[in-house]
């Protein structure tokens, strides 16, 4: 266990105890009480699109993203609804003066439609069965933070493509969820029908865990089995397991709802397509704001 997960474990922990001991702390379900689309958006997927500031413990980066879901139709029962997707995703540099250049940024935008229905099993711990489809194009690049300072050319890093090259996806992504009001299991499968560069294998997986817990605060974990990129050969070879581990706090206590205080332990291929060859392992601690 490196420091920066103990850093982060450690303020978790503590601010949850801080919360627990406030009077009149609320118990209530804190998965999603703020949503308004059908399906609602997965915790510690980092492919959602959100709105958050994520500084790295102990690294000199930042994540800022941009973007939401939202539904443009639903069906007079709720249960059926057709939506779009808009995101940014970026990496930030952390410099002096309180400068921030943009070492890479991703974009997405598609369409989506969902869907849920009721579960009328008392044996079952869910209540609920829910899913969604995406139909998605994603786009990534190398900004000014990824220049030498000097001028001199691209930052370079081993077994990455020559800079520039060109980043672009289009795929299909179905998600298949049961839940209760206070915890959620997922599974889903991606298909990349083009991609850019070529050479990569169109088939990926996902799955995951959410759980509402006392405080205010909540658990959830997110597993992809992402293609590894084979830089001899040009194309991708095999599956590597990719987690990120998401603990956070709805700030309700404070009259802040849709915000949350969340801690991030991610260790796998990096989420930015311009690394799309590369295993990364970091720590996050900041804000989402689930607008």
Not at 26 to 35: D, G, K
Not at 179 to 205: E, K, W
């Amino acid at each position: 266990m490196n420091n920066a997960y103990r850093i982060c474990r450690t303020v978790f922990i503590l601010t949850a105890l801080l919360f627990l001991s406030l009077k009149n702390t609320s118990a209530e379900t804190l998965l999603n009480p703020t949503t308004k689309t059908i399906f609602s958006p997965l915790l510690a997927d980092p492919q959602e699109p959100q709105v958050a500031v994520m500084p790295w413990l102990g690294k000199s980066f930042l994540n800022l993203n941009i973007g939401t879901t939202a539904d443009l139709y639903q069906s007079n029962s709720k249960n059926f609804a057709v939506g779009v997707d808009f995101g940014t995703w970026s990496l930030l540099r952390r410099s002096d003066n309180f400068k921030f250049p943009v070492d890479a940024i991703d974009y997405l935008f598609g369409i989506n439609t969902s869907w849920k229905e009721k579960i009328r099993n008392d044996k079952l711990p869910f209540d609920e069965f829910s899913g969604r489809i995406r139909l998605s194009h994603i786009s990534a690049h190398f900004e000014d933070g990824h220049y030498e300072p000097d001028g001199s050319g691209w930052i370079s890093d081993p077994g990455s493509p020559t800079i520039p090259f060109t980043y672009s996806r289009e795929f299909l992504d179905l998600v298949l969820a049961l839940s209760a009001p206070d915890h959620r299991v997922y599974a889903g499968y991606q298909y990349i029908y083009h991609t850019l560069p070529s050479g990569i294998n169109p088939n990926s997986f996902h799955a995951g865990a959410e759980l509402s817990t006392p405080g205010n605060t909540y658990l959830a974990a997110d597993l992809k089995l992402l293609p590894i990129w084979q830089s001899s050969l040009q194309e991708t070879k095999g599956y590597r397991g990719t987690w990120n581990l998401q603990a956070g706090m709805r700030l309700n206590s404070i009259g802040l709802e849709k915000v949350r205080v969340a801690c991030n332990y991610f260790s796998g291929i990096s989420t930015h397509g311009m690394y799309f060859y590369r295993p990364e392992s970091y720590t996050t601690l900041g804000f989402i704001m689930d607008l």
